[in-house]
Each structure stands twice: as C-alpha cells, then as structure tokens.
C-alpha cells in the first residue's frame, strides 16, 4: 500500500517551460488536492478535486490548471512556467472532504524554476 | 493576512521535558483544528485534532488545547522524545470557508521542534 505517490521528486524548469507534475493515490479517496509550500508560509491550497471529472479553485489558482480524468490521479500543470513558482509542491487524498478527516500527503514535488 | 499564525518559528526542548508549540488563529468562524507532523523529504502526517465544542483532546503523548476566547491553541507533548524533532502545523477550518462539498484547511507557517537527547 503505497499511498499517495508524487513524480517526479525533482525538476529544475527554465522560465516559460511547461510540465505536469502527477499524483498518485491507491486509498481509493475521493477528494485531491494539490499545496505549495514556501519558506515561511504554510501550505496553501492550489486546486482540488471532489471526485472523478471534477475540479475546483483553491487559495492560489494562477499559473496552474488541474485535471482528474481517473479517481486515483490528480494531475497539476503549469503551462508557462515562472521563478514566483519556485516551491515545494504536495498532493494529498482525503476519503471525505468535510474537513474534519485527516490528509493523506505524497512526499512532495521540489520544483525551482530560473 | 495570515489567519493561523505559528509565531515561534523553533523551539528546542530536552529529550524527557514537555514541549508546547502554540498557534493563534483569527477568524472566530474556525471550528475544527488538526497538527501535522511534518518530517524533511517528506510530507505531513497527521497527529491529532480538536472540535470546537471540546477545550482538550489527548492521545497517549500528544495533548491539544483549545482556547476560543482567546483564539488559541496548543500542541503538548509529554515527554518529548529525539524522533519528536519535525516541523509541525497547526490547521483550521470552517464551515463559512466550505467551496462546493469540500471545506478548506488554512495553515500556519510551521514550528521546528528540536529535541535534544
């Protein structure tokens, strides 16, 4: 039982490259999201998904568009790539998504870009 | 504007001694609270959480403190032990907050928590 599983761990990007990072999730959850972390922040909601074909807006959408076209994965891309992106980017599941049931998170995503 | 606030960035502690790390949060319409135990290289994992409608929850260690009036709570760990040292995050949500059927969690910046052996 592996969990939530994030590709690729590392990416070094040029501004204006594109790329999908992928999450994986085997707990048969519903609910996904995708976080950003930065030095000094906590972790902010980018985009998350209540179930298979849907996606919805978080805290801080510019710059990054979801999709969910399979329950167990969650899909983030940025299109145009820029150095305020520079972040440690997490994917979690949640079996229900009132709230109150913990978070499942991968390991992270460590993405710069220059 | 940070509406959950980890004010100590560090904290070091003795291995056997008590650790408090404390989170303040504004917005009255909180009502559900978690800590997340967060390890380097690896994601959160979740500790412990507190209802509103309680003022404590305890689970063997690990002791959350609620306080409304004040906006404040608190994470003791009772005795602290070396593979305790991680970042740790406090989290709240609310009902007002909720977008389509999924509430959103808020997060504080983090406390690194050292426990020296």
């Known amino acids: 039982n592996a969990g939530v599983t994030q590709t690729p761990k590392f990416r070094v990007l040029k501004t204006g490259q594109s790329m999908t990072l992928l999450c994986a999730q085997d707990?048969?959850?519903?609910?996904m999201y995708w976080y950003r972390q930065d030095p000094g922040m906590g972790l902010r909601l980018i985009h998350y998904?209540?179930?298979?074909?849907?996606?919805a807006k978080g805290e801080v959408p510019d710059g990054y568009n979801v999709s969910r076209l399979k329950k167990q994965n969650f899909l983030l891309g940025l299109e145009s790539a820029a150095p305020s992106q520079t972040s440690v980017y997490f994917c979690a599941s949640s079996h229900g998504g009132t709230g109150l049931l913990p978070l499942h998170f991968g390991n992270g995503t460590r993405l710069t870009v220059t | 504007d940070q509406q959950v606030k980890q004010n100590s960035p560090s904290l070091s502690v003795q291995e056997g001694r008590i650790s408090i790390l404390n989170c303040d949060y504004t917005n009255s319409m909180f009502d559900y609270f978690l800590w997340y135990k967060k390890y380097p290289a690896e994601g959160p994992t979740f500790l412990i959480s507190i209802s509103s409608i309680k003022d404590k929850n305890e689970d063997g260690r690990f002791t959350v403190f609620l306080n409304k009036s004040a906006k404040h709570l608190s994470l003791h760990i009772v005795p602290s032990q070396p593979g305790d040292s991680a970042v740790y995050f406090c989290a709240a949500s609310a009902e007002f907050f909720s977008s389509g059927s999924a509430r959103q969690l808020t997060f504080g910046s983090g406390t690194q928590l050292t426990v020296l052996p």
């Open positions: 707990m048969n959850h519903e609910y």
């Open positions: 998904s209540v179930g298979e074909g849907t996606t």
